[in-house]
């Protein structure tokens, strides 16, 4: 068994007609994926692209392009993802009013409990990069202020 995950953010018909085919020519190549595989496939797709447009676009941090993010926490919320709890915040940006969606790892959800972040506050949040920890294990590391 093969579980997919991932998100989706631009033009979602695209992508699952692009995904849809791939995995039929696999089926077709491989012959370990039948036809109701992809059928499937598809359902899980339509219930993913559905679930996606419930949410702004993910804001991706990234050292040189897009290091930053300020803005009005405008909402978060709680939801179980593979029997785990995931927090996520919807972010309007201050400039651009353009509204994003923010998944709070362990590490940004750490800062931004210790800040005590409330609905209607202003933050910003500052990726910081890559770093490993004590334990040698890879994570992304973040500055967040309460404004």
């Not at 941090?61 to 290091?67: C, G, I, M």
């Not at 959800?109 to 209607?120: G, I, P, Q, R, S």
Request: aromatic share 12%.
């Amino acid at each position: 068994m093969v579980t997919i995950y991932f998100l989706l953010s631009s033009n979602h018909e695209t992508f699952k007609y692009s995904f849809t085919i791939t995995v039929y020519r696999m089926a077709q190549k491989t012959q370990q994926v039948n036809k109701n595989d992809v059928k499937n496939v598809q359902e899980l797709l339509d219930k993913a692209i559905e679930e996606d447009k419930e949410y702004p676009e993910t804001f991706v941090f990234d050292t040189k392009d897009k290091p930053k993010l300020y803005g009005r926490v405008m909402e978060h919320k709680e939801i179980e993802l593979k029997g785990d709890i995931s927090r996520m915040i919807i972010v309007e940006e201050l400039e651009t009013k353009n509204v994003f969606t923010v998944w709070l790892s362990t590490v940004l959800a750490k800062k931004y409990d210790e800040k005590k972040v409330e609905l209607k506050d202003v933050v910003c949040i500052y990726y910081l990069g890559k770093r490993v920890s004590q334990a040698g294990r890879e994570y992304h590391d973040f500055t967040l202020a309460k404004i």
